[in-house]
């Protein structure tokens, strides 16, 4: 039977939280009773919970869930579940939460557009863990994790503006490239334009510096084609001769300012009501043949990203003029837009594993903890004090390893958002510090450590580097086996990407093939019975990604282990 105790965050349903026909346990000492260690775990995590009973009413909610939501402590309990979703889908959650009911079972709500209403009406999206809790009378709790993926969601949208971007820069290489003349491929790249960003009005001029002739090729003012008359910038300047001979983008967020017509000489070629204005030179072998004008009737119409693209585009319009063609920018920008891409995505299957290790791996320590609780009445019931001990002793455990396993999850959830300013090393002094930090273990199996001289230096956050370090040189030493002449040697070893290689290798007890890539997962131990909570090398890989690097092993059981992984060079 699970009975649980409640702080002021948390006042739970008597009916729902314990069975009428058993007493309660209470607490023989002053120490504090496990369930309510383990309550003041959950109120403590980082991630939202929430605790509801088959008839969906809040019984337990933890602090961070009354601050992601907009409560006050307490505030929730005694709420029904569905008020915390948007009006318009309580009632479908009721009859999911029903069916739910029938069928529990712990798992991820992924793959679904879920999203959570705050107290003040707000609404944000959410991914939702869900695991059964079965109390001793036989009640069902539901145990729901919620994680907000407001930020997640801006990264998709960022992804998905700089897809269109890169499609728009494909496209308008094909446009430029294919055009019958200069006045169609420009015509055509101002429609592709307006497909991903406001321009109310395009324009093309080209400049001859020796005639000071300005001539427009493209006059798009308002989807109106317009072909004004050339001119001498000299005696009209205007703000085209203030970007041409600046040789620098130039961007007024609002035209109608009363500073920005002090401080440039605007000249009016069409009546628009134009707010924004955008000019870019077109710069082509240090020489600036035009610009390109992009303008908006909005004021602060356009993002830093917006004009570095637009920017990136005039360097091919320029080229284009020229009848070349600027394949070697448009890879580098699809590459960098990849590259994001491909973090989001690895974002989004980092959260799906948090989300499955929350609603999984914590899970165990909760069964144990709900089967010894039962023993421990029995036990006191009948005086059976030896037994209470030893089961108590286990439910101690249970609690003590879910509160390592959420300190690690923290601390992992803590890397990329809290790093240190990186500073140059010597990657040989920062081992050797480390090695001094596990000295009782490398003394306790006798293991003989080789540094080679002469490592390069490496250019990264010192305290991170340490943890590195410290896990795979403790886990060297852990898992020598029956050695006779433990040996662990780390060391330089070649160049990849212009960073240098690192290992860690020993002659220990090696790893099977089918288990390289699991060592690096979370809570994945290959000995269960070893100290740890099994998350060391996970946190390991996340601080070389960090900094830009790789990790990966080579090992074969019974033959040792070499840990290869890659830093910049400081």
Excluded at 117 to 131: A, H, N, S, T
Excluded at 289 to 298: E, K, T
Excluded at 476 to 491: F, R, S, T
Excluded at 557 to 570: E, K, M
Aim: proline share 5%.
């Amino acid at each position: 039977m699970m009975r649980l105790k409640y702080k002021a965050t948390a006042s739970p349903n008597p009916a729902a939280m314990r069975s009428s026909r058993r007493k309660p346990m209470q607490p023989t000492d002053r120490s504090r009773a496990p369930d309510s260690v383990f309550l003041e775990i959950f109120d403590k995590n980082p991630v939202a919970i929430v605790v509801s009973n088959a008839t969906g009413q809040i019984v337990f909610a933890n602090a961070q869930s009354h601050r992601l939501l907009g409560y006050e402590a307490g505030e929730l309990i005694g709420m029904g579940i569905e008020q915390l979703a948007p009006e318009n889908i309580r009632a479908s959650h009721a009859h999911s939460r029903e069916a739910f009911n029938r069928h529990p079972s712990a798992r991820a709500m992924a793959g679904r557009e879920l999203t959570a209403r705050r107290k003040d009406g707000g609404q944000f999206p959410v991914e939702i863990g869900l695991v059964p809790l079965t109390l001793g009378g036989g009640d069902t709790l539901i145990l729901a994790s919620i994680v907000e993926l407001t930020e997640l969601k801006r990264l998709e949208e960022e992804a998905k503006r700089r897809a269109n971007e890169v499609t728009l820069l494909y496209r308008l290489g094909l446009t430029l490239a294919g055009g019958d003349d200069l006045y169609h491929a420009l015509r055509a790249f101002a429609n592709e334009l307006k497909q991903v960003m406001s321009a109310d009005a395009f324009h093309i001029g080209l400049y001859d510096d020796e005639t000071d002739v300005f001539s427009y090729s493209l006059f798009l003012n308002l989807d109106e084609d317009v072909q004004p008359p050339s001119r001498k910038l000299r005696e009209k300047p205007g703000l085209a001769l203030e970007v041409i001979t600046g040789r620098k983008t130039i961007y007024l967020e609002d035209m109608d300012d009363p500073r920005v017509r002090r401080d440039h000489h605007i000249l009016v070629i069409v009546e628009a009501p134009i707010r924004s204005y955008l000019g870019i030179p077109l710069l082509l072998d240090d020489r600036v043949i035009g610009i390109m004008s992009v303008q908006s009737l909005q004021p602060g119409a356009y993002t830093r990203e917006q004009i570095r693209l637009l920017e990136t585009i005039a360097a091919q319009v320029a080229m284009t003029i020229e009848r070349s063609r600027l394949f070697e920018q448009l890879q580098q920008e699809l590459a960098e837009r990849r590259l994001l891409i491909e973090e989001l995505e690895n974002k989004n299957a980092e959260l799906e594993r948090f989300t499955y290790t929350v609603s999984h791996d914590l899970k165990s320590p909760l069964v144990t903890i709900n089967g010894f609780l039962g023993f421990l009445e029995q036990s006191a019931v009948s005086g059976d004090m030896a037994r209470f001990r030893k089961d108590k002793k286990r439910i101690e455990g249970a609690v003590s390893r879910m509160q390592d396993m959420l300190g690690e999850l923290l601390e992992l959830s803590r890397l990329g958002r809290v790093m240190n300013e990186p500073a140059s090393i010597p990657f040989g002094d920062l081992t050797r510090e480390t090695l001094e930090l596990v000295r009782g273990r490398v003394d306790e199996r006798g293991v003989v450590v080789y540094i080679q001289p002469d490592l390069p230096s490496v250019r990264v956050d010192k305290p991170r580097l340490i943890e590195v370090m410290q896990n795979l040189l403790d886990n060297a030493a852990k898992y020598m086996g029956a050695q006779a002449k433990p040996h662990i040697e780390v060391g330089h070893q070649g160049v990849e990407d212009g960073k240098p290689i690192f290992f860690v290798r020993d002659n220990g007890m090696g790893i099977s093939p089918e288990h390289h890539e699991r060592i690096f997962g979370l809570f994945n131990k290959l000995d269960p019975v070893s100290e740890g909570t099994g998350i060391g090398l996970a946190l390991v890989k996340r601080i070389i990604e960090l900094h830009g690097g790789r990790i990966w092993v080579e090992s074969q059981a019974g033959r040792g282990a070499t840990f290869y992984f890659t830093l910049p060079r400081g």
